[in-house]
């Protein structure tokens, strides 16, 4: 579906050569393999003559990719121990891998490498403190130089070197620098190095897509100035999907909800729990569009108040946009989700979610476009979940901690109260050196310690995932491996946001519910008989707990316990008859089964459950039941 939707965006955007075109491209790929580095060319025929450049040792990360004028590869690469490896091809054989700058120990992010009459290798590498400074070595006759300080010492983080040289033997290097509190471009060498146009021609991009090849694929060909441009595959992805989502003009829509109207017996609900109305009069369950202005209107006395608004941004890279959703956008990501649960919980409060997820940010680009935000909204809060993308590209820990406090604080000296959210896990499967790298965040305690630091609250993603059973196979997008799918979205980001934001909106709100009860007409039932069993339900007052997997049992008269499978078959296996079920959606009451008592039933004392248990959480946790009945029948 995604794959069917990116490349009718593409015809219709008109990024597809023509044959004859596709066929003057010349470029070479290089990626990371389970220790090795790959190497071959791109044509339209696809990738061939791969050769393995470094039979083991190299870091899962994307290499540094370059073309000589004669255009021909060379490559550096970093090692699992933090060593920058090089290698260059002659056009028949790879030259010997070797080590041209040993780690230090110090984390190191993705080298970068030019060659051109002269080869120059830049990088950043972690001083005191943590954040990075940037580096380089130079080959020359002698060979190569040992590390090169680009700048003076700083206490910034200095991160994303890229290395250029041009045909005369003149280098340049260019970096993110942050400034205060944005990042700003900083550089050394010869600027006439640095060729003016350093985007892939998107023909030959979208032959990079359509090879298959992974995300940490870097891609280098030579410009019409006879100088290298290279971009990573995940880059090239990231920027299409804007482009599409832009074309598109995707938005958010509400999610389908249905305002409580009954309280369970004995028990208040701590709102009013009734739809309101707009001011223009109009019944509405759901949030307006948050561009929308409620028409001015003279109401009569009797008419209940307009509901307060609250705005609330929702900041953050392609997760938070909705990327591995069903319709890969805002439509079925967290936000408008969200949206659903607040207004379903706290009526006549309307809230608004503004969706402000851009795929393929970086936090130091977020640090950049927080602020334009803020003042385009002026909303009450923020949600600020980056640093995926962080992940991938190896900026060190420090630096991402740096640049979500930075963040926080530009919110809040705006009034705007932020919200953080620790990283959600990668399929360990898929991106285990990403998965890890997440994790090793997670647990250095990165975002918590801004928490207990600066008071800034956060959402416990990561912890969310994880404790769900299988959570790659049942909460993660395969096709992308850093996305959540609409499980993931719906039934744990959006419920641990809302678990997060809840004290801040209204600390005395108690969840009441569901309610459930079980019937049948007689208690001693006979072989032969088939028997009715039917239901009654008083949904909750909160809308995470009416998302949910309803399981039903048997237990026998010997004590053993069986549970029906999603076909009503009783088996040992502990499965759930439904999955993802509203509850406030479902009918009041109405018939659960008809169970036929067989002639293998034997005689004695039986007992039917009904357990609601949160939707993909552990059956057996009863912490994480939301309703419960059970009944009891003799089979004579």
């Known amino acids: 579906m995604k794959s069917n939707l990116f490349k009718i965006t593409a015809v219709l955007m008109g990024i597809f050569s023509s044959p004859a075109h596709a066929a003057s491209i010349h470029a070479w790929v290089a990626y990371p393999d389970g220790g090795k580095v790959v190497c071959g060319s791109l044509s339209p025929q696809g990738v061939q003559g791969l050769m393995v450049v470094a039979k083991d040792g190299a870091a899962d990360l994307p290499p540094g990719l370059t073309l000589g004028p004669d255009s021909l590869p060379s490559l550096v690469w970093l090692g699992e121990t933090g060593d920058i490896f090089f290698s260059a091809y002659n056009g028949t054989n790879w030259s010997p891998s070797r080590v041209i700058v040993p780690s230090f120990g110090n984390h190191r992010g993705i080298p970068s490498l030019a060659v051109s009459g002269i080869a120059v290798v830049a990088w950043a590498e972690s001083g005191s403190g943590g954040f990075e400074d940037i580096f380089y070595a130079v080959r020359t006759a002698e060979g190569w130089s040992g590390p090169r300080p680009a700048h003076e010492p700083n206490s910034v983080p200095d991160i994303l070197p890229t290395a250029f040289a041009s045909p005369e033997g003149k280098f340049a290097i260019v970096w993110k620098s942050l400034d205060g509190s944005n990042y700003v471009e900083k550089r050394i060498g010869d600027p006439a190095a640095v060729p003016r146009g350093s985007d892939l021609p998107d023909d030959l991009a979208e032959l990079a897509i359509g090879a298959g090849l992974p995300l940490e694929t870097a891609i280098a060909s030579l410009g019409d100035d006879g100088r290298a441009r290279l971009a990573y595959l995940k880059q090239i992805i990231d920027e299409r999907e804007r482009r599409a989502a832009l074309m598109l003009g995707l938005s958010d829509t509400p999610f389908p909800t249905e305002t409580p109207t009954e309280t369970p017996t004995g028990a208040s609900p701590p709102l009013t729990m009734t739809p309101t109305e707009t001011p223009t009069g109009e019944p509405t369950t759901t949030a307006p569009p948050v561009t929308s202005t409620p028409a001015e209107t003279s109401l009569p006395a009797t008419a209940t108040p307009a509901p307060r608004h609250v705005y609330i941004i929702a900041f953050g890279d392609s997760i938070t946009y909705g990327r591995g959703s069903s319709t890969n956008g805002p439509r079925t990501g967290y936000p408008v989700i969200l949206e ?113 630091l600066y008071g800034i609250p956060y959402a416990d993603q990561w912890n969310a995932f994880c404790s769900i059973p299988y959570f790659a196979s049942v909460l993660m997008d395969w096709s992308t491996g850093n996305h959540p799918n609409d499980n993931g979205y719906r039934y744990v980001m959006s419920p641990e946001w809302y678990a997060t934001i809840t004290p801040y909106i209204n600390p005395s709100f108690r969840p009441v519910g569901p309610v459930l009860a079980l ?27 009416n998302l949910v997997d309803c399981y039903v049992a048997l237990r026998h008269p010997d004590g053993r316990l069986l549970v029906f499978n999603s076909s009503w078959q009783l088996t040992s296996a502990v499965t759930p008859v439904l999955r993802g079920v509203v509850l406030s959606n479902v009918p009041r009451s109405g018939s659960l089964l008809e169970l036929p008592i067989t002639t293998n039933y034997s005689a004695g004392a039986y007992t039917l459950y009904l357990v609601m248990v949160r939707s993909f959480r552990n059956p057996l946790d009863t912490g994480s039941w939301t309703g419960y009945a059970d009944i009891h029948f003799t089979v004579q």
Do not use: C, W
Not at 362 to 373: A, E, K, N, P, S
Not at 519 to 537: C, H, K, M, N, P
């Open 340 to 452: 659903g649960i607040l207004n379903y919980n706290f009526a006549p409060t309307r809230f608004h979610l503004i969706n402000e997820g851009l795929g393929g940010e970086q936090t130091d680009m977020g640090l950049g476009r927080i602020g334009g935000v803020l003042d385009s909204h002026h909303a009450d809060g923020i949600l600020i979940m980056e640093g995926t993308n962080d992940m991938f590209f190896n900026i060190s820990f420090e630096t991402v901690q740096e640049n979500l406090k930075q963040m926080a604080f530009r919110a809040k000296s705006r009034g705007v109260s932020p919200i953080l959210a620790t990283l959600i896990p990668t399929v360990p499967s898929l991106r285990p050196a990403q998965y890890q790298r997440t994790r090793n965040f997670y647990t250095g305690g990165y975002v918590q310690s801004l928490s207990r």
């Open 519 to 545: 019937r049948e007409s007689v208690q001693a039932v006979t072989r032969g008989s088939i028997e009715d069993f039917g239901y009654s339900l008083v949904p909750s007052n909160d809308l995470v707990r």
